[in-house]
C-alpha cells in the first residue's frame, strides 16, 4: 500500500503525531509524509491512501492545510483526516468546553472538503488531544495515533 501523509503543525504536537503515524503506516506499505508546505504538485494518483492532519485553530484547519485540501484535484482515492485539540477536561472556565466543541475540529473541516472532491473518506477522524496550547500532548496519543492509522488502512483494502 502507498500512503501520503500531509500535515501541518505550528508547535511541533502535530507533527508528532504524523511522524508516530507514518511509523505505523510503514509497517503497511511505502510511505510518504510531507508538510504541507512542501506538497506543492502532490499528485494523489500515485497513492492508494491520503492522510491530512492539522492542529485546530479557530475551529478549523491551520491555512496552509485548507489551501492544500483546496487545491487536491478531484480522487476517488481513499482519504483520511486527523487534528489535534485541546483536551476538553483541561480547558478553563468550563463553558468554553462547550464552546470549542460545538465550534468543531479542524478534521471535519478537512473531511468536508474531501467530500466534496470525491475522496472516500473512512472513519473516525483521528482527534489526538494536548494538554495546552503548545502542547504536551496527553499521554497515550502517540500510541492511540500509532493505532488510529491501522483501523483507518484497515478500510482501504476491505473497501
Ligand atoms: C490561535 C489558536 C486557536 C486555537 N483554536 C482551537 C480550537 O478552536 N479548538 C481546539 O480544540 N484547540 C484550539 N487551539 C489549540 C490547538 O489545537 C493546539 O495549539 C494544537 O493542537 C497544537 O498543535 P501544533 O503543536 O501542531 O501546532 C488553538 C490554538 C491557537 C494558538
Not at 503497511?28 to 494518483?45: I, K, N
Not at 500532548?137 to 502517540?142: F, M, Q, R, S, V
Amino acid at each position: 500500500m502507498r500512503i501520503a501523509i500531509v500535515y501541518d503543525s505550528v508547535f511541533g504536537n502535530t507533527a508528532v503525531i504524523a511522524e508516530a503515524i507514518a511509523r505505523s503506516a510503514r509497517e503497511l506499505g511505502e510511505v510518504t509524509l510531507l508538510q504541507a508546505r512542501d506538497a506543492a504538485g502532490f499528485d494523489p494518483a500515485a497513492f492508494d491512501l491520503l492522510v491530512v492532519g492539522s492542529p485546530t485553530r479557530g475551529f478549523a484547519p491551520t491555512p496552509v492545510i485548507s489551501e492544500f485540501t483546496g487545491g487536491l484535484p478531484k480522487a476517488a482515492l481513499a482519504a483520511a483526516a486527523f487534528d489535534t485539540r485541546l483536551d476538553p477536561d483541561h480547558i478553563q472556565p468550563v463553558p468554553l468546553r462547550w464552546v470549542i466543541q460545538v465550534g468543531g475540529y479542524a478534521a471535519d473541516r478537512i473531511v468536508g472538503t474531501l467530500h466534496e472532491k470525491g475522496y472516500r473518506v473512512l472513519a473516525p477522524n483521528g482527534d489526538f488531544l494536548v494538554h495546552g496550547t503548545e502542547g504536551p500532548l496527553k499521554p497515550g496519543e502517540i500510541e492511540r495515533a500509532e493505532v488510529w492509522l491501522k483501523q483507518i488502512a484497515g478500510g482501504v483494502s476491505t473497501g
